[in-house]
């Protein structure tokens, strides 16, 4: 579990990790709650994630649930995550700028998909941050996603896919953290 050299662990925030995503998770379920207008209602997601972001991000929480410090490196792999997804955003954020801001349920339910595969690629750079099991969460969420594009899926549906996995890869996290996978 621990690197032969240093005899420190080589993704000590798989537990914080763990967590942050069974809070994503349950906030993305909460996505199939719908405004009057049938769009997903992104008001409980809202405060769910920056609850969860802000506890994440809290020098206590770390110091509680770390198993030591991250590195320089791992530092910038999540910076550079975080900088790629929001320059993605950008992209997905495009078409809305560009229909002088009209929105239409079609248009609406792209965006959504197109930015769970943002949120997919993304957690490809978290591998080197929190393990091989974030590569296998990007994959799985991308698919989804990519899936609900190309095949017209419910948006609710892959609303709780992702939802789902990002649950089930939190309790995994949590249960087996620390582990050097």
Known sequence: MTTEKTGAYRYPRQRINGIWLIIVGIAMLTLTLKLINGFPNPAIFGILYSVGM???LNKHTRQKLSVGP????????????????MGLMLLVFLPIWLHGGAVTYALMRRIWLEIMIVIGIHFFFFIPVHGKLMGILGGLTTINALLGLLLGWPLDLVFIIDGLLKLIFGLIFVKVSPINF
Do not use: D, H, L, P
């Open 70 to 85: 991250g590195t320089k490196a791992q530092s910038r792999w999540a910076n550079s995550a975080i900088i790629i997804m």
């Open 54 to 56: 802000f506890w994440q």
